[in-house]
């Protein structure tokens, strides 16, 4: 299982771009990389899922260097609403898998 | 459509008496997870059932049992309860193994148990 390490807290200010990255040196070719959001009292939330390069949707973006040994959350324009705990996980999606997250990333969003 | 669906989102024990977490989906996923997670931490898993009729040890499963008693049904039961399992349990779904499978997960919204 690829580990992963992530930075435990953030802060930001409302409007700002937040990055969010994660490491997972040991990660296997079949891998993907996936992020999800967690609210207090809540169960997480899936964000994002990338292989490699670049992928974005509504919400958020996935940069991945080539090496894929880390990857990029980034969340534009960031709101109070943004506030949350946001883990990223790496695992194939073609074999059965534990899935397991780290600690994640408390991001704050200040005024 | 409820998605996934936990009960009891509360519950007191004490040490020693047995509980089961309830668990269901109506997604029609192959695959369903029970976590847990302590104050301030990440989930950590418990048990998986990468299908029906299939159960795997996550990396913390002393003191629990499951049982996938269907597609839709995944119970996690603990036989004489101890503090230390005092947490919130998620269970969580995924489609797995079908031809649109993108590896989300999706998330119940908890039960929190207490054992005094």
């Known amino acids: 299982l690829a580990k992963t390490t992530q930075p435990i807290s953030m802060d930001s200010y409302e409007g700002q771009e937040v990055n969010i990255t994660c490491s997972h040196n040991?990660?296997?070719?079949?891998?993907?990389i996936t992020w999800y959001q967690q609210f207090p009292s809540q169960g997480p939330r899936f964000i994002i899922q990338?292989?490699?390069t670049k992928v974005t949707n509504e919400v958020a973006s996935l940069f991945i260097p080539a090496d894929r040994k880390s990857s990029t959350l980034s969340l534009p324009r960031v709101s109070l609403s943004d506030t949350a705990v946001y883990y990223c996980?790496?695992?194939?999606?073609?074999?059965?898998?534990?899935?397991?997250f780290g600690s994640g990333t408390q991001l704050t969003v200040l005024p | 459509n409820a998605g996934v669906t936990q009960t009891p989102k509360f519950q007191v024990l004490k040490t020693g008496q047995s509980m089961t977490l309830q668990c269901a989906q109506d997604?029609?996923?192959?695959?369903m997870y029970w976590y847990r997670q302590d104050p301030g931490m990440g989930l950590r898993l418990i048990y998986y059932?990468?299908?029906?009729?299939?159960?795997d040890k996550g990396e913390v499963p002393n003191g629990y049992n499951v049982s996938r008693l269907n597609k839709r049904e995944f119970s996690l039961r603990l036989e004489s309860a101890a503090p230390s399992q005092t947490s919130v349990y998620f269970c969580?779904?995924?489609?797995?193994?079908?031809?649109?499978?993108?590896?989300?997960?999706?998330f119940g919204e908890g039960s929190r148990l207490t054992v005094l």
């Open positions: 996980l790496v695992g194939s999606l073609r074999s059965a898998r534990q899935l397991t």
């Open positions: 040991n990660i296997a070719t079949n891998d993907y």
């Open positions: 990338g292989y490699k």
């Open positions: 997604m029609n996923h192959n695959s």
């Open positions: 059932s990468a299908s029906e009729g299939t159960t």
């Open positions: 969580a779904s995924e489609d797995r193994g079908q031809t649109s499978n993108t590896g989300e997960l999706f």
